[in-house]
């Protein structure tokens, strides 16, 4: 154990460490983040159309939907370019940045004009991740250039407002310019060239191996007490994709096929290591130390938070980082067999991020009713099972460790 912990900390804590600092990956945590309240706002709106069907006098709200979470895209275009900018120091840029991602982001879903304007929809949301975060990287390229050239910085005796005009036109233009140029002149569907190229990817992460290793390389990372969030990037361009993949089999009348979702991601109960049943245990423990512990972490953990109980207990523990991992890998493979297999149907909610907030149990009931609770139930079972032997070794370990200690 001491060689692996020595291993780690040589070779993987620094490169965790770097990963976690790339200016370019937390631009899109933090983008996501800034986009949240957004998308909440949207979830809430369906929820409020679920809603409807019980209790009929509220008003149908489901359209909120479209106008947050189906803007998703678009959001991200303006605030990833404009905080990739402040990540660089291009403070005078970054608004500037922000709207051209708009434009060109807005050129590249490709509208068509005529006595009916048509814009495919679908391009707004989450489908537009992974070309929103294109843009604004190309848009903050092009301005770190623009930025040095000596003309730029080069202030004459014009007004400030003026001097900003002037070396806004520039960049405005040629980005603005080509992306018409290509998109409408040429005829060339970007969007959908982009989209291709990342597919793949994608469909990797809904394959089993795919979808445990979203699972497991987190739990790992997190059982040495270095943040999983260097993941985050690859695991929210993922799921949210899916999901919007879902999202448009649905409103066909068609079920849901992609697995590895956000409502997926819901029955990690506890969090990373699906850490609750082992939250369970502690509080039935006989060590006054692990007692304390399960009581302190057991309200964060009904709400899926579980930093108290790792970076508590589990961490560098050699006893409990071991079902910590394994629920990592075997966890993911039980809930995809479970909904591949039709044990469950698989699971899509246009409310799933204002569920999110709730505790345990009654966010999958909502989410995906009595087969959300029949799967919540297996998974609380075997990870229960993985944590329970280990559990109970460290249990006794910490009890004779006082009773030494009471002793002497």
Same mark, same amino acid.
């Given at each position: ?33 800034? $986009? ?17 069907? +019980? ?39 970054? @608004? ?55 003309? @730029? ?8 407002? @003026? ?23 040429? /005829?060339?569907?970007?969007?959908? =060239? ?24 987190? $739990? ?103 079902? =910590? ?27 799933? =991020? ?9 966010? +999958? ?25 280990? #559990?109970?070794? #460290?249990?006794?370990? $910490? ?8 002793? /002497?």
């Amino acid at each position: 154990m001491k060689e692996l912990v020595n291993l780690v900390d040589k070779y993987i804590k620094p490169l965790n460490k770097k990963v976690a600092n790339n200016a370019w990956l937390m631009t899109i945590q933090g983008s996501f983040f800034k $986009c949240m309240p957004l998308i909440l706002v949207g979830s809430l709106g369906s929820l409020i159309g679920t809603l409807r069907a +019980h209790f009929s006098f509220l008003p149908d709200l489901t359209q909120m939907n479209n106008f947050s979470m189906g803007l998703l895209g678009l959001f991200l275009a303006f605030y990833f370019a404009y905080s990739l900018m402040e990540k660089n120091g291009l403070n005078q840029y970054k @608004v500037l940045g922000g709207l051209l991602s708009i434009s060109i982001y807005f050129t590249l879903v490709k509208p068509q004009f005529g006595d009916t304007t048509i814009i495919d929809f679908s391009r707004m949301g989450g489908g537009g991740i992974i070309v929103a975060i294109l843009v604004g990287t190309i848009v903050t390229y092009i301005l770190n250039i623009y930025s040095k050239l000596s003309f @730029v910085n080069n202030k004459t005796a014009l007004p400030d407002y @003026v001097y900003e005009w002037f070396v806004s036109i520039i960049p405005g233009f040629l980005l603005i310019g080509i992306t018409t140029f290509i998109v409408y002149i040429l /005829d060339y569907d970007v969007f959908t =060239f982009i989209q291709s190229l990342t597919s793949p990817l994608m469909e990797i992460g809904q394959t089993l191996p795919g979808y445990v290793l979203m699972w497991a390389l987190p $739990c790992f990372f997190y059982s040495f007490g270095l943040t999983p969030w260097a993941f985050f990037p690859i695991i929210v361009v993922t799921l949210t994709t899916a999901m919007n993949t879902n999202g448009a089999l649905f409103a066909q009348g068609l079920p849901a096929q992609s697995i590895n979702t956000w409502e997926s991601q819901m029955f990690l109960i506890g969090g990373s290591g699906l850490t609750f049943m082992l939250n369970i245990f502690l509080l039935t423990a006989k060590s006054q130390r692990l007692k304390i512990m399960g009581k302190v972490a057991i309200v964060p953990s009904l709400f899926s938070i579980n930093e108290p109980i790792v970076y508590g207990l589990i961490a560098l523990n050699p006893i409990l980082m071991i079902p =910590f991992v394994l629920n990592g890998f075997i966890m993911p493979v039980v809930i995809y067999f479970a909904q591949s297999s039709n044990l469950t149907r698989v699971f899509f909610s246009e409310s799933v =991020f204002a569920y999110n907030n709730l505790p345990i149990g009654i966010k +999958h009931f909502l989410m995906g009713g009595t087969d959300a609770l029949i799967l919540l139930v297996i998974v609380m079972i075997v990870s229960g099972l993985i944590y329970y032997p280990f #559990y109970k070794i #460290y249990d006794r370990q $910490c009890l004779e460790k006082e009773q030494g200690i009471t002793n /002497d």
